[in-house]
Nanobody
Framework: QVQLVESGGGLVQAGDSLRLSCAASGRTFSSYTMGWFRQAPGKEREFVAGISWSGGSTYYADFLKGRFTISRDNAKNTVFLQMNSLKPEDTAVYYC?????????????????WGQGTQVTVSS
């Protein structure tokens, strides 16, 4: 089992950057595919980015247009989401998730474990 705790959210202005972290418990973190999702008020949870267990493969939602970068440090049991050029429409609760299967899934039901989320608010 994996427990996930996100951090790094906050209130920023449009154009700013934030780096989210997701710390995982458990000795098998390096065997999990990891993903970041977000959920804005009144909207469904949507896929943002995913990374394979080794970090060798990454996947992003098309709408990001290269603004975000996902990475992981298996030695520190942590996955990161670097967010640049933030826009007001990026405002949401951001969740990290872990998946025991090897392939990144862009749908929420494909993940086995979830963190509690961290709020990101981007003002115009």
């Amino acid at each position: 089992q994996v427990q996930l705790v996100e951090s790094g959210g906050g209130l920023v202005q449009a154009g700013d950057s934030l780096r989210l972290s997701c710390a995982a418990s458990g000795r098998t973190f390096s065997s999990y595919t990891m993903g970041w999702f977000r959920q804005a008020p009144g909207k469904e949870r949507e896929f943002v980015a995913g990374i394979s267990w080794s970090g060798g493969s990454t996947y992003y939602a098309d709408f990001l247009k290269g603004r975000f970068t996902i990475s992981r440090d298996n030695a520190k049991n942590t996955v990161f989401l670097q967010m640049n050029s933030l826009k007001p429409e990026d405002t949401a609760v951001y969740y990290c998730a872990a998946r025991s299967l090897a392939v990144v899934a862009p749908w929420a039901t494909g993940y086995d474990y979830w963190g509690q989320g961290t709020q990101v608010t981007v003002s115009s």
